[in-house]
């Protein structure tokens, strides 16, 4: 599905741990830097204050072309948010047993207190403890203790360590020892990699998408182009193309936060309109029209083109010296 995308992971030596704390110092210093491409830094859902930082947004941009991103919930674990990167597997496919009989744990399989298996006896989750979170997963330190009562210093000391690694869990996918798991959930993590590189592209290009087809471009100049994209009957197109004598005249629906232009054109003696193109009512919006009341030379670029791509037609529109006047007029500005 995403073959397309020209991307590289960071992968870190063996001996770093990478946990949420250390990506964001990382995160935090290439922020600082210039940076020629994008990148891209993706935390699990499981603590507090990244969680925070996001607040009610999934994806941050810190400048430089850095951005960070937290876990998109899966379907299946929307009752559970607080996920690692682990979760988007089925527990099905996440508690599957090696040939050694490893496996991964979850911190709910285990009582808090006395860190025992609540099923299993004899086995013990010495890293829980009382604000570990039920759906943690647990990949080292789950200790068999052929003792029922043993002490847990005891049980640290000689049990024995029957718990799957999960980077030896992945390698058993990879290698297909644990065949037909269900990666499907992780294509919503990919799917907003695509977003991102999408918006990473527009910023790189000075270009922004501020409504549907309306796309502001700001030069080192100080000026800036609103661009606008729709299609057009090809008849009414054609006809359009061959006459200079094109009319604007700008509406706002109050009720929707829209600002309609409504493009007419003298053709044949007659006017028609040719479209009428809706804009969201947005700061970006009012800013633009505010400086090209300030300055004509801030242009609106009207694209056109036939639904089969075969006729097209772009020209500037509002470039008289009182077109921002009549635009914030009719914002009521």
């Known amino acids: ?90 527990d099905k496919d996440l508690f599957r047993e090696d040939i050694n009989g490893r496996r991964l744990y979850m911190v709910k399989e285990f009582d808090k207190i006395t860190k025992k298996h609540l099923l299993i006896p004899n086995l013990y989750a010495l890293k829980i403890n009382k604000e570990s979170s039920d759906i943690g997963i647990l990949d080292f330190k789950i200790m068999k203790y052929e003792e029922q009562e043993g002490d847990l210093s005891k049980v640290a000391k000689d049990g024995q360590n029957i718990a799957l690694s999960k980077s030896n869990f992945i390698k058993h996918i990879e290698n297909e020892e644990f065949k037909g798991v269900n990666v499907a959930a992780f294509s919503s993590v990919f799917t907003m990699i695509e977003d991102i590189l999408q918006d990473y592209l527009q910023n790189k290009a000075g270009e922004i998408e501020i409504s549907k087809g309306v796309y502001l471009k700001k030069y080192p100049t100080g000026l800036s182009t609103l661009s606008l994209f ?62 090209k009341n300030k300055n004509r030379y801030n242009r609106i670029e009207l694209h056109l083109f036939s639904p089969d791509r075969a006729i097209s037609s772009s020209r500037e529109i509002l470039k008289d010296d009182i077109s921002g006047t009549i635009l914030l007029r009719a914002l009521n500005l």
């Open 230 to 291: 729709a299609e057009a009957p090809k008849e009414l197109l054609t006809l359009y193309k061959g006459t200079n004598l094109v009319t604007v005249g700008p509406v706002v629906l109050e009720n929707h936060n829209k600002l309609i232009l409504e493009i007419k054109a003298l053709i044949n003696e007659e006017w028609h309109q040719i479209i009428q193109f809706p804009l969201d009512i947005t700061p970006y919006l009012v800013d633009f029209i505010m400086k």
């Open 1 to 90: 599905m995403f073959q397309s995308l020209d991307i590289e992971f960071f992968e870190p030596d063996k001996k770093t741990q990478m946990g949420n704390d250390k990506l964001k110092k990382i995160r935090d210093y290439h922020a600082l830097l210039e940076n020629e491409y994008c990148k891209i830094f993706i935390f699990d859902r499981d603590a507090d204050d990244i969680n925070s930082e996001f607040g009610d947004a999934e994806v941050l941009y810190h400048g430089n072309n850095v951005y960070s991103m937290l876990l998109p919930v899966p379907e299946h674990r929307k009752d559970t948010p607080y996920i690692s990167i682990e979760h988007y597997y089925f």
